[in-house]
């Protein structure tokens, strides 16, 4: 009878193992757009990327245009500012002029940061009060993706939704918003989760030119890295500068922590994953008000944070930094920023 317990535990144990070398197997060998890879395995079909060392992604970005605007706008005489990002920039919010740039159009990957953008396209397509009944799309995002914790057949607000997807950052919200509202667009509420997925991208590429991203391409819904997904700071900064002028967005991105209910009563703590808004945290900064973390493998550490100061806020980029350069090297272009904005009062 004392042998019950353990026999349970290794079949539970057993299901586990059988579960992950099946389902979310790290490695999976692929040829896919001619490029023999390592790709994250999920049900989506989406070229995501797992293991870079192996992609030779580079070769599908194509090299990057600088608009006449683009060309005029980083003309400044530009500070010295060491930081442990690739690519950087600072900007005032309210005029858009920008104060600082590092390699701001060179290709990056934005990783999480990307969900400022597809925040912005839920937005446009759906209230926030609409019910949302989750779906087997959660089951879809890869092994190793972050996570708010919901499950198949939870019930939630879209506002909630935003939170499980923007403050833990959560793959999993991320997936059910994109299925909800490409289905919306594709006018077929019974759309296989594929296919509501590349609407959904559609409709975040579309956005993102309207907002004068001019090189960026988006190929999954949370950012996890995908061949032919790219970035700049300079086009990140400009989805940004509108995700903080979204009051939706903007409200979300400050909250520290929140607790989700669902229609069911079953309740789901989230946290902030920016330490600059935490007050526990060695990074607080009192000023800080936003925006989005990012964290992949090609992508590197990365930062979207919005501060508050005398003359209006300031818009911080910091892509692929270090595990503690996103938050210093964004301290520092902030503490900049508050300088600048105070001696341009």
């Known amino acids: 009878m004392k042998k019950t317990p353990n026999i349970i535990i290794f079949l539970l144990?057993?299901?586990?193992?059988?579960?992950?070398?099946?389902?979310?197997?790290?490695?999976?060998?692929?040829?896919?757009?001619?490029?023999?890879?390592?790709?994250?395995?999920?049900?989506?079909n989406l070229p995501l990327i797992s293991d870079g060392s192996t992609v030779d992604y580079m070769s599908y970005i194509p090299d990057m245009k600088c608009s006449q605007e683009a060309k005029e706008a980083l003309s400044i005489s530009n500070p010295e500012i060491s930081l442990d990002a690739k690519s950087a920039i600072?900007?005032?919010?309210?005029?858009?002029?920008?104060?600082?740039?590092?390699?701001?159009?060179?290709?990056?990957?934005?990783?999480?940061?990307?969900?400022?953008?597809t925040a912005l396209v839920v937005l446009d397509w759906n209230r926030t009060s609409e019910t949302v009944k989750v779906g087997k799309e959660v089951s879809m995002i890869p092994y190793d993706s972050s996570r708010a914790g919901l499950r198949a057949g939870d019930k939630l607000k879209i506002y909630s939704l935003l939170?499980?997807?923007?403050?833990?950052?959560?793959?999993?919200?991320?997936?059910?918003?994109?299925?909800?509202?490409?289905?919306?667009?594709?006018?077929d509420s019974k759309a296989e989760e594929m296919s509501a997925i590349r609407e959904f991208t559609r409709l975040m590429n579309d956005k993102a030119r309207k907002l004068g991203a001019e090189n960026s391409c988006f190929?999954?819904?949370?950012?996890?890295?995908?061949?032919g997904q790219y970035s700049t700071a300079y086009d990140m900064a400009q989805i940004g500068l509108n995700a903080l002028k979204n009051k939706t967005i903007a409200q979300i991105t400050k909250e520290r922590?929140?607790?989700?209910?669902?229609?069911?009563?079953?309740?789901?703590?989230?946290?902030?994953?920016?330490?600059?808004?935490?007050?526990?945290?060695?990074?607080?900064?009192?000023?800080?008000?936003?925006?989005?973390?990012?964290?992949?493998g090609l992508a590197g550490r990365c930062l979207i944070s919005a501060a508050e100061t005398d003359s209006g806020p300031v818009l911080s980029v910091v892509m692929h930094s270090s595990s503690e350069g996103r938050w210093s090297d964004s301290l520092k272009l902030i503490k900049y920023g508050r300088k600048v904005m105070s001696a341009n009062k």
């Open 257 to 296: 922590t929140t607790t989700l209910r669902m229609v069911n009563g079953r309740t789901l703590p989230l946290w902030n994953t920016n330490a600059l808004i935490n007050k526990d945290s060695v990074w607080y900064e009192s000023h800080v008000i936003g925006l989005k973390t990012g964290t992949t």
């Open 13 to 44: 144990c057993l299901t586990v193992f059988i579960h992950n070398l099946f389902y979310a197997v790290p490695l999976i060998n692929n040829n896919v757009y001619g490029v023999k890879a390592v790709y994250a395995k999920a049900d989506d």
């Open 90 to 117: 600072l900007v005032d919010a309210d005029t858009g002029e920008i104060l600082y740039h590092k390699n701001a159009l060179e290709p990056i990957f934005p990783a999480s940061t990307a969900k400022l953008l």
């Open 219 to 227: 190929i999954s819904p949370d950012g996890y890295d995908a061949i």
């Open 163 to 187: 939170e499980a997807m923007l403050l833990p950052s959560g793959n999993d919200a991320a997936y059910v918003l994109a299925v909800y509202t490409g289905r919306k667009s594709l006018k």
